[in-house]
Every structure is written in C-alpha cells, then in structure tokens.
T-cell receptor, first 115, second 113 residues
C-alpha cells in the first residue's frame, strides 16, 4: 500500500482565517514532505520532516507552520495567508530521508483558495 | 546549477502509438531518477524509477532509459491509451543527501482517440 491521504480536498479561506491541512500515511515511512504546486508548474518543496524533526525549511514564510505530531501524521497550519498562496498543497512521504535514493509517494493534495 | 528539464512542453500522440518523453538533467552527481504522472486534479503518481548503475528499466508498458554520458532520461510508454493523458514530470535527487528532489518542468501528454 503506497497511499498518502490528505484532508481537506478543497479549502477556501480568507486572509484573516486560521486553517490546517492534514496528511497521513501508514506505510511506516519516516520522512514526510510538504510541497506547493502552482498551475502548470512542478511541485516546489516547502518542508521536510525526518524522524518527526524538521530537517529542511525552504525559506517558507512564517504564515505557514508545519507540525509533525507523530510518525504517521503531518500538519500544515495556515494563518494570514495571501491570495498568491492559492495553490495545490501536496504531502509526500518516503522510507527514510537519509538515503538519497528514496521514492517519494504523494498524496492527492489540498486545493487551497485564499480570498 | 542544478536543473532538470524536459524537451517538449506538450506531446500529442495517437492512441495505440508509442510515446517517448524526454528529460535532460545537468547534475552529474545525481544517482537516482524518478518519473511521475500527474492527472488533472490529482497528486503526482509514481511510475518508475532508475538508479545510476542502470541504463534501462522496464515496468508494465513503460520503460525508462538513462544515458549518463549526455545526461538524458527518457520515458517510453508502449501502446499509449487515453488514460495515459497527463503531465509527466522527471525528477532527480541532485548532489545533496537531503531527500530533496529536483523536478523538471513537465510534459503534457495528449492522447488522440
């Protein structure tokens, strides 16, 4: 089973709202990722968690706050977003970040619209 | 710098024909490559991968070829079907051991019935 699940599927929020995106995997993977994808563009890495610790932050604005409560869950807390933050937010997981030859498996994404 | 690129943004093929999607990479230290398929409204789906100690790897109806001499990667899809219509991304692991993938810009495959 190579399934990564994400909720919600769609989200509309105002610039003053606080919301959270959720990601879950039950493959025993120890690395989890957040990506942002704009239309007709490749995914852009935002954060990497390895063994529940944040290992990479790709200079993402602080209005995006990741959290890894346990090895199966990954959250992305959103606050005071801008309309340009509207995008597809993808979660991915892999067996182990410390190996460079790891396949990342993606979830279906959350389509976010900021008004 | 590191970059992964695809030669054509859009590829249109007739149903039943074979498709070849190309990708060029610039980092000779990359030793792992992945092809993803992304259908409209969905997340990228793993298709096939290849490590640098191989030149060719086959899956079900798909073949990935790696030419390290010219830093070229290709995905071949046999007997292309309408369900193959999607955006295809190649990705490489680059020279860092961070788990960070470098994606190409994507090629849209359109299958004509």
């Amino acid at each position: 089973d190579t399934e990564v699940t994400q909720t919600p599927k769609h989200l509309v929020m105002g610039m003053t709202n606080k919301k959270s995106l959720k990601c879950e995997q039950h493959m025993g993977h120890r690395a989890m990722y957040w990506y942002k994808q704009k239309a007709k563009k490749p995914p852009e890495l935002m954060f990497v968690y390895s063994y529940e610790k944040l290992s990479i932050n790709e200079s993402v604005p602080s209005r995006f706050s990741p959290e890894c409560p346990n090895s199966s869950l990954l959250n992305l807390h959103l606050h005071a977003l801008q309309p340009e933050d509207s995008a597809l937010y993808l979660c991915a997981s892999s067996q182990d970040r410390t190996s460079a030859q790891e396949t990342q498996y993606f979830g279906p994404g959350t389509r976010l619209l900021v008004l | 710098g590191e970059s992964v690129g695809l030669h054509l943004p859009t590829l249109s093929v007739q149903e039943g024909d074979n498709s070849i999607i190309n990708c060029a990479y610039s980092n000779s230290a990359s030793d792992y490559f992945i092809w993803y398929k992304q259908e409209s409204g969905k997340g990228p789906q793993f298709i096939i991968d290849i490590r640098s100690n191989m030149d060719k790897r086959q899956g079900q109806r798909v073949t990935v070829l790696l030419n390290k001499t010219v830093k070229h990667l290709s995905l071949q899809i046999a007997a292309t079907q309408p369900g193959d219509s999607a955006v295809y991304f190649c990705a490489e692991n680059g020279s860092s051991n961070t788990g960070k993938l470098i994606f190409g810009q994507g090629t849209t495959l359109q299958v004509k019935p």
